[in-house]
Structures are given as structure tokens and as C-alpha cells.
Antibody, heavy 119, light 108 residues
């Protein structure tokens, strides 16, 4: 059974940093590209970042480029999102999501981890 | 960046009725890389349709997708009580992999 479990969310002050993790199981993690998608409270979905299976291709949304860094460790079956210079508008539930094909769509999702940026 | 606009914002229908949801792109979506997701409160989104018209595994055949270029449609032929949720379209043909703002399907 495919499972994606996010962790690392919490309360952080504006300007602070946080590192999210996503532990994958039930499939060959190294064979799939992965994404982070977020959802602000009561709002819609916002795609955040993409990383290919071998980490050779990475994309970011304009709203996070230069502040967030996506990475993965295929030996540990894990996906990461390093978030720096956090702003109030980064407050959201962050989901990790697996891509069905080379570039999508997102066929499996984790349950999400809540990041709250507030003083 | 491709902007996706979904309509209507809210759709009020009764069980057994047919639902038609629209997703319009600001520019052509390459290779029909267009997906539809369903999200219920407190849950992660679930993939329904990919490549504009292919159903994901386990998705009932009352869900169907159509369209190409800039105009796409999700149709639910006969609404079941569990279908009332928020639906999002997403294009994954070019970065950023943008989502539409969502259509809330509510019970009338």
C-alpha cells in the first residue's frame, strides 16, 4: 500500500525556518517524481515545488522561489522541503504528492502537515 | 504561467442529477496534461481524472472528463451523496503546475 507521511510542521515566527519531511513507503520511491502542494486555511490548492526521481530537475512556484528548497534522499525514501524566510502567507497545510508519470498528475497524497507562521 | 479558471464557483444540485464543471486555461494545455481532483473537508485531494479524460484507478464511471486546448469539463452523470465536495482542475504540462480555484458542489 502506498503511504506518504508528512512531518515537521508547527508554529514558527515570521522570518524563521522549518524543514518538512515526507516518508514514503509501499512503492519504489526512487522511480517517481514528487511534489509539495499547500493549502492555506479555507483556501484552494497551490502547487509549491517539484523534484524529478533523480533530483536532476527541480521547479518552484514564484511565491517560494529563493526561499524554499526541495530535496530528496532515495536511500531513505524521503522527500524534504527546507523553508526559510517564512512569511504569514506561507501558513498552510503542506502535502507531499507522488507523480503518476514523468511530470504528473499527483496520484497519491499524504495527509498533510500544518505550518503556522505567526508571532 | 497558465492560469486556470473554474466555473461555477458553487454548484447546488440534488442527488441523482447531472453535474457539469468547467475549467478554462489562459493558454493551451500541452498534450492535454489536465487533471481533476476531489477534496472533502479535512482530507487530502484524490485524483479522479488525468490526461483530460482518463479515469484514475478505482474511480466510478459516473465521473468523466473531456476537452482539449483551453477548455475542459468534468461531468458527474448521476450524483451520489458522497460526490458533494470541492473539485479542482490542475495543468501539469508546464511549470508552475497550476490549480484552478475550485468548484464547490453542494447539496441543494
Amino acid at each position: 500500500e502506498v503511504q506518504l507521511v508528512e512531518s515537521g510542521g508547527g508554529l514558527v515566527q515570521p522570518g524563521g525556518s522549518l524543514r518538512l519531511s515526507c516518508a514514503a513507503s509501499g512503492f519504489t520511491f526512487s522511480g517517481y517524481s514528487m511534489n509539495w502542494v499547500r493549502q492555506a486555511p479555507g483556501k484552494g490548492l497551490e502547487w509549491v515545488s517539484y523534484i524529478s526521481s533523480g533530483s536532476s530537475t527541480i521547479y518552484y512556484a514564484d511565491s517560494v522561489r529563493g526561499r524554499f528548497t526541495i530535496s530528496r534522499d532515495n536511500a531513505k525514501n524521503s522527500l524534504y522541503l527546507q523553508m526559510n524566510s517564512l512569511r504569514a502567507e506561507d501558513t498552510a497545510v503542506y502535502f507531499c504528492a507522488r507523480d503518476k508519470g514523468l511530470r504528473g498528475p499527483h496520484d497519491f497524497w499524504g495527509q498533510g502537515t500544518l505550518v503556522t507562521v505567526s508571532s | 504561467e497558465i492560469v486556470l479558471t473554474q466555473s461555477p464557483g458553487t454548484l447546488s444540485l440534488s442527488p441523482g442529477e447531472r453535474a457539469t464543471l468547467s475549467c478554462r486555461a489562459s493558454q493551451s494545455v500541452s498534450s492535454s496534461y489536465l487533471a481533476w481532483y476531489q477534496q472533502k473537508p479535512g482530507q487530502a485531494p484524490r485524483l479522479l481524472i488525468y490526461a483530460a479524460s482518463s479515469r484514475a484507478p478505482g474511480i466510478p464511471d459516473r465521473f468523466s472528463g473531456s476537452g482539449s486546448g483551453t477548455d475542459f469539463t468534468l461531468t458527474i452523470s448521476r450524483l451520489e451523496p458522497e460526490d458533494f465536495a470541492v473539485y479542482y482542475c490542475q495543468q501539469y504540462g508546464s511549470s508552475p503546475h497550476s490549480f484552478g480555484q475550485g468548484t464547490k458542489l453542494e447539496i441543494k
